[in-house]
């Protein structure tokens, strides 16, 4: 990094404002990997769902989908009534935080640092609960969807829908 002579900006507040930007940039990246795990699995238990013929199977999945739905729901905005963003979830929180660092020619205030830290430990929390959503649910699914000869149906729906 070159320091910029008109710049009151020292060396050490640009090194400490690039390192929260990046760490922010990559909570970005970390929760778009969640989301699309999220998505591309509630893709493959949505066309299951209307060929589902057990009760009980049926009722596993759209438990399991909807628990993922909800944990998708407190990642990003999902209700929209206008052209802005009508609800701030974590996606949203992340935006503010790293806009706000990127945009000021000062280094990140101790406030933008916690606030970081809050925000990262949220993400990890969202992580952690995914993974526990998935162990729950997702062997017992299988199950149920093979006893009903759907488990090679949803592959293929899911390849379908990629090629779109």
Known sequence: MQ?????DMTLADMEDQYSTAMQLYNMHERLGKLVDSIST??????PALDK?????????????YDKLEALRSKLL?????SLFVDEKMLREDITEVYASVCNQE???????KERAGVLLQQLGDAEKLNASINSQYNEKVKAGL??????KMEKTEVKKKANQ
Do not use: F, G, H, I
């Open 3 to 7: 320091r910029d002579p008109n710049s």
């Open 41 to 46: 699995k509630q893709k493959t238990l949505q």
């Open 52 to 64: 589902l013929k057990n009760v009980k199977v049926k009722k596993l999945v759209q438990e399991y």
């Open 77 to 81: 905005a999902t209700k929209q009534k």
């Open 106 to 112: 000062t280094a990140p205030s101790n406030l933008q």
């Open 146 to 151: 093979l006893k009903e000869k759907l488990d």
